[in-house]
């Protein structure tokens, strides 16, 4: 059982939840020190949480993240830091983030300030009650662009279409999964669709999202790392594979990857050798 790092804790109580944070960086040095530390923060004040990390993988930033991530890291042993010699997508670094996590909720999110931790604090009764493994932040009001609003309306909505779904918010990486869970998933996205993934890959295995609106705020500074005609056909591909597999795993011509979350079925007991009547 994970040992208790916030002060209020009194012996005997709940231990709370245990935490994994897991996050992307890319050229984000306008914002990184501001998104960590406030990460750091509300871990460790919150009364719900007994445990906690943060991992963050840097995409081969070139304009000083990983500087930053470094000095932080040295106030943080709490903050670990995942490395890329050279930029290889949003989707891989995610997978690195996330498969560097150990805790047994994982929280997935941006490194760019557009979304605030305290959301979390709409998640905890539904994480304590257990009925549900996968939770799913949906953004009421969309703090981008208007093109980039409508991509991700358009792409949702045939995402939706394709998985049988009726999710409002498909592409959000405001997510919060069973540990075990995100760390057995195959993730293959590249680039910024790897939320749209994980979305499809949990719904794959049979899990129903449970979506809790949650705010999302505007960029904290610093440019995006894609741009939206690339971003557009990148994640327009992505969701006609992800739809193509979903049909070849309903028809059966791909079998279902094993679900880590399923409970564990006994093993049955052997029987007995008969022995035979002229034996006794």
Known sequence: MATSTNDNDEPGADAG????????????????????????????????????????CDDGSTDGTGAVLDALRDDCPRLTVVRFARNRGAGAAIA???GGTRLDWVVVLDSD????????????RLLRDGRAKAFSGARVRKADSLPYR???AA??????????TRYRDFNSIFKVVDGPLLRSLP?????MNCSTEITAR???LGHAWVEIPIE??????????????????????????????HWLLRRGVLRTPPDPAAPAVPAAAPVPARVPEDAR
Request: hydrophobic share 45%.
């Open 216 to 245: 999302h705020r505007e960029r904290g500074g610093g440019a995006r790392g894609w741009r939206f005609w690339g971003g557009a056909r990148d994640r327009a591909l992505l969701v006609g594979y992800l739809g193509y597999r």
């Open 17 to 56: 939840l245990t935490i994994s944070v897991a996050a992307p960086a890319y050229n984000e040095a306008a914002n990184i020190a501001a998104a960590v530390t406030e990460w750091r923060r509300y871990l460790e004040r919150s009364p719900d949480v007994s445990d906690w990390e943060i991992v963050v």
């Open 150 to 152: 409508w991509g991700s």
């Open 96 to 98: 690195a983030a996330i």
């Open 187 to 191: 993730l293959e996205a590249g680039g």
């Open 155 to 164: 792409s949702g909505a045939a995402s939706n279409l394709l998985h049988r």
């Open 202 to 204: 949990i719904a794959e």
């Open 113 to 124: 300030g557009q979304f605030p931790i305290a959301n979390l604090d709409r998640f905890v």
